[in-house]
């Protein structure tokens, strides 16, 4: 009986820990609006444009050009640097950071998160992406790498020091 309960509360709660940066819902209630949470059900596509400029990401000896969207969070990041932080892993498919301030949000789900991807989780959790996986998540983009290759290998299995530019 005790072995019984155990798996049933290890079968409800193990799964739910591996959300990225917070515990908070990661779809949110679709009527608050919430920062970081999906403002319509369903919505995997956002209207956002790669044309908001340019930036680097240096991660040891490697520099990666990453094009940023078109609008506010991409714009509010990017005035916020060079900025060089430690991210930590998630999930095996991950690098996050947890800011000191909120950017302004828009999430949506993406649907397949791509290598490179650059978003923002929540309103202060900068993401980036080193593996393709399909995802219920909701994140507003920032920017994508344009040539990720070799990105999963250079960030490794840890913790990892990036310099944004």
């Not at 444009?49 to 094009?67: D, E, Q, R």
């Not at 950071?97 to 999430?107: Q, W």
């Not at 949506?108 to 978003?119: F, S």
Request: proline letters at 6%.
């Amino acid at each position: 009986m005790k072995r019984f309960l155990i798996a049933i509360v290890l079968s409800v709660f193990f799964p739910t820990g591996f959300a990225s940066c917070t515990t908070d819902d990661p779809i949110g209630d679709p009527a608050t609006g919430q920062p970081g949470h999906a403002k319509q059900p369903g919505r995997e596509e956002d209207t956002n444009h790669l044309s908001g400029g340019t930036m680097t990401v240096k991660i040891g000896n490697a520099v990666f050009a990453v094009m940023l969207y078109d609008n506010p969070t991409a714009a509010a990041f990017k005035k916020r640097l060079p900025m060089t932080v430690r991210m930590e892993e998630q999930g095996g498919n991950e690098k996050y950071h947890n800011l000191s301030v909120n950017l302004p949000s828009d999430a949506v789900r993406p649907g397949t998160i791509r290598t490179g991807d650059l978003m923002l989780w929540g309103d202060r959790c900068i993401v980036l992406f080193y593996k393709t996986f399909s995802s219920d998540y909701a994140y507003t983009r920032i920017g994508r790498i344009g040539d990720p290759s070799g990105l999963a290998g250079i960030v490794g299995s840890g913790h990892v020091t990036v310099t944004f530019e």
